[in-house]
């Protein structure tokens, strides 16, 4: 590992636990809904996080399809696992978090289903890399990851007009932000950027280690069939 | 050749093998058969009650048939090495995606005209909206998943659990096109709102998907 | 309250579950390295 991962590393646990302590404590409780509320601050990042990260993925995969360099390829499987982690984290805070507040623990409406729509769509792409043989993996993701983010904004998009026209209990609330708030939201938003960061740059070298082994073990098993 | 004669050769040949044999159209009908009849166990709903959930039954069965239709496009490729032939023929890539995908195209279209007399006379079915609307939105339905279904059956070719993989892939990546359908056809059934978001909707996702699929076909085709 | 808890705890069990499958693959590959080196 280079120099800058134990750096990372500790800034990253120190604003994690800054992130929290501003979140449980130094946040103003939230008149209506009371310290349940305080989820928010790790409900919202956790979907930025993954949005970014499934972005990332795009890119990645544009990236592979032009110029077919294993390191694309790599970066775009990394980006969407850990993006699907901190997906399920979102959709695992809301309905802990619709529970106490409207009584329900899952409601068809926007964000949620969105969410959950994009969350099978990243799962679907993982699944088909799993299930995928070696050598054409890299590229029927690649295609699959560029098909599923053109997908998203058409989710988006439709499941709202859906909502607006047939709407149900908003999850997540709307309105204005407490400046205080904001400025929690976005504390929690920089640690969570850094952890993803961390372990993403954890499971690129893992993923590079374990390729590199895969490519001596078939070198060795090739030798030994010439033997 | 020119690109629309090697469409319209491989579309030819392939609804000319599929007649001779009738293989896919044997099983398609009595699949599409079965599943009105499931369906109308499942649900007994009044007239009133039918208009405003046959869209998405419907369009569920029509999901379902036409799986089993674009599981075996490729089948028969793959059992005589066509793909192999056609990787290192001229032909461009995209001229055998779309002979395909009309192909398929086809036999869907076929079944959802088998099977809606049937819905309409189970469910006592009765259109209060413009009815001729249902033309387009069953064309731009069917075609939304039959473009990206052609695609992912291709992909799923190389992959373990081949006939499991297609539904994973598509029906996510389905959601937005199944909800343009399923709200459009509900939208003209029950005559309560327009239909007109959601065909747009289809529109958009149409062209969006098919030029992204025709883009990376290639690249799919010459995966090795 | 509980459901407060219970969501943070839920994140971290989420995020601890996958650096655990992360840590588990990292010495199977170790091993496979050792035994390769041999």
Redesign the interface.
Known sequence: MKRGFPILAIVTAVLLSFALYEALIGAPTERSMGDVQRIFYYHVPSAWTAFLLFFVNFGASIAY?VKRRPAADIVALTSAEVGVVFLTVNLVTGPIWARPVWGIWWTWDWRLTSTL?MW??Y??YL??RR???G??AP??AA??G???A??VP??Y???W??RT?HPSPVIGGGGSLDPRMAHVLLINWAAFLCLAWLVCWTRYQLEVAKRQVEEAQSLESLLEGSR | MSFLAVVRATLAKDLRLEWRSKDAINAMLFFSLLVVVIFSFAFEPTAEESRKIAGGLVWVAFLFAAIVVLNQTWARELRNHVLDAYRMSPASANSLFLAKAFGNFIFVIVLEALMTPLFIAFYRLGAIGPAWELLPIATLGTWALVV?GT?FAA?SL????REV?LP??L???S???L??MV?ATTAVLTGE?SAR?WIT?LV??DV??TI??LL?FE??LE?? | MTYLYAAYIATWVIHGTYLAILVRKYSKIRREMESLKK
């Open positions: 399809l729509v099978l769509i799962v679907s699944l088909l299930f995928s043989s050598g054409q590229l029927l295609a699959l560029v098909l599923g053109l997908c058409f989710v998009f439709s499941i007009f859906f026209q | 990206n695609f992909i190389r992959t373990r659990s993989m994973l892939l029906f996510p990546i959601v937005p096109a909800l343009g709200n709102e978001f909707l958009a996702y969006v998907f992204a699929c990376l690249t799919i995966a090795e």
